[in-house]
């Protein structure tokens, strides 16, 4: 098992990639805090886990101490850290009239200052296991989407203090900092944005190919089996990585030769699920 008794926290694993993430690591040998908002889901993933192997929290990842609690539980619990990894985020829709500067702030507290408070408290006890800390990013880190700024803009942070502290902390603490940055995701809550959007609940089954080469989008599972390798022992002393995971190139990608037939992301609504 490539987890074997180490110690991780996810936020946000009650639904989706982080629910895939908590599970794939105790089935590679993990114990795991699963955290998220919702307390029936996550007692539903606690449920298909074997006893002792896991234990909830549910709380607001922006509010105040929320760190320092995930951080008590899981060493009262289990004894040690290992790893931590920030998936936690809010996937808001706004644009530059929607978006006024609070609630800018309110979108960067989740998607940022929470995961950044959260590697801050687990310092101390990742750099006693030579831990380390996987972020959750999102390929919108790029640019975004027109109706995802602040969304946007939060992981384009993200990813710059991934390598920043991918960096220093590496250096000073022994503790590796990376990020992945998935694309497309069939998560339960993009269908149902899909549902609210008003398409049909096979939506996902006839997709243009612009968007989806393979005729389908990543399914949580698969965003699970890279963040083994992140968190693994195998992935070494890389540190300070950020690495897209998605079906088609984002730079420098080569356009439909007929590109006037294909619809806009906004004709196929927002197609974001990070």
């Not at 694993?13 to 029936?40: F, Q, Y």
């Not at 972020?135 to 602040?150: D, K, R, T």
């Not at 963040?227 to 080569?254: K, M, T």
């Amino acid at each position: 098992m490539r987890l074997q008794n180490k110690v991780i926290i996810v936020t946000g694993s009650t639904t989706g990639i982080g629910k895939a993430i908590a599970l794939r690591c105790v089935a590679e040998g993990a114990k795991v805090v699963i955290h998220g908002l919702e307390k029936d889901l996550g007692e539903s993933v606690l449920a298909q886990i074997e006893s002792g192997r896991a234990v909830l929290h549910i709380e607001d990842i922006s509010n105040d101490g929320v760190a320092d609690r995930l951080v008590d539980i899981a060493v009262k619990n289990f004894g040690k850290l290992d790893a931590v990894v920030n998936n936690a985020a809010a996937v808001l829709s706004s644009n530059i009239e929607t978006t006024d500067i609070g609630y800018f702030e309110k979108i960067l507290r989740i998607n940022l200052l929470g995961p950044y408070a959260l590697i801050r408290s687990a310092l101390p006890y990742l750099s006693k296991t030579k831990g380390c800390v996987l972020n959750i990013g999102s390929v919108n880190a790029y640019s975004g989407e027109p109706n995802l700024l602040a969304y946007s803009v939060s992981k384009g942070a993200l990813m710059t203090l991934s390598r920043n502290l991918g960096d220093t902390l590496h250096r000073e603490y022994g503790i590796r900092v990376n990020q992945v940055n998935p694309g497309w995701v069939l998560t339960e809550r993009e269908i149902q944005r899909k549902r609210e959007h008003g398409l049909s609940d096979d939506w996902y089954a006839a997709l243009p190919r612009v968007y989806a080469p393979a005729g389908r989008i990543l399914l949580p599972e698969e965003i699970a089996s890279a963040a083994i390798y992140w968190l693994a022992d195998e992935s070494g002393p890389v540190s300070g990585q950020v690495i897209d995971i998605e079906q088609h190139p984002f730079i420098g990608r080569n356009p439909p030769k007929d590109s006037s037939s294909i619809p806009s992301i906004s004709d196929t609504e927002n197609k974001s699920s990070r």
